[in-house]
T-cell receptor, first 115, second 116 residues
């Protein structure tokens, strides 16, 4: 059981480049989300999805796009990378049914550096 | 805006002793869940303990327990018999129970150092 798998683990981009961070889960979770972690800031929600075809913005969505074509996958796209997007990115998923006491399962994170 | 405050950026404790990490939160919601996550240097986010707001009994998981004071909006984590492997960042978080899916709101974390 792989849980939540994020790729890549590390990435360096130049300003203006685009890239996609991949996230896949094999637990049949309806809810998937992306967070960014910056020093001294905790984790902040970027985008989330409650099922295939449904996405919504979190606290810090600017500069990021998401889509959810399948239950398993929830990629995060940076269309034109900026140094302010240098961060560690986490994908997390959980069940929705039964209420929100279903804890989030996190991937191992992607460290992104934009120069 | 809903917020989570961890007032201790860093805590240090001797191995085998007990330490308490503080957390307060601000929400107008009545139904929610509270969590403590541990993040070791490996960067992995590990769930330590969780508490339903409607339950008065404090949650416990082995050496980890919470002191949940709903009226005071306080949710502290007590680690008993501290071990070297407990050294990590600890994040307090809550999740609202309602029709949306706003995910977790996190505090900024407490860095826990275990002195051998």
């Amino acid at each position: 059981n792989a849980g939540v798998t994020q790729t890549p683990k590390f990435q360096v981009l130049k300003t203006g480049q685009s890239m996609t961070l991949q996230c896949a889960q094999d637990m049949n979770h309806e809810y998937m989300s992306w967070y960014r972690q910056d020093p001294g800031m905790g984790l902040r929600l970027i985008h989330y999805s409650v099922g295939a075809g449904i996405t919504d913005q979190g606290e810090v969505p600017n500069g990021y796009n998401v889509s959810r074509s399948t239950t398993e996958d929830f990629p995060l796209r940076l269309l034109s990378a900026a140094p302010s997007q240098t961060s560690v990115y986490f994908c997390a998923s959980s069940f929705l049914q039964g209420g929100y006491n279903s804890p989030l399962h996190f991937g191992n994170g992607t460290r992104l550096t934009v120069t | 805006a809903q917020t989570v405050t961890q007032s201790q950026p860093e805590m240090s404790v001797q191995e085998a002793e007990t330490v308490t990490l503080s957390c307060t939160y601000d929400t107008s919601e009545s139904d929610y869940y509270l969590f403590w996550y541990k993040q070791p240097p490996s960067r992995q986010m590990i769930l330590v303990i969780r508490q339903e707001a409607y339950k008065q009994q404090n949650a416990t998981e082995n050496r980890f327990s919470v002191n949940f004071q709903k009226a005071a909006k306080s949710f502290s984590l007590k680690i008993s018999d501290s071990q070297l492997g407990d050294a990590a960042m600890y994040f307090c978080a809550y999740r609202i129970e309602r029709g949306g899916a706003d995910g977790l709101t996190f505090g900024k974390g407490t860095h826990l150092i275990i002195q051998p």
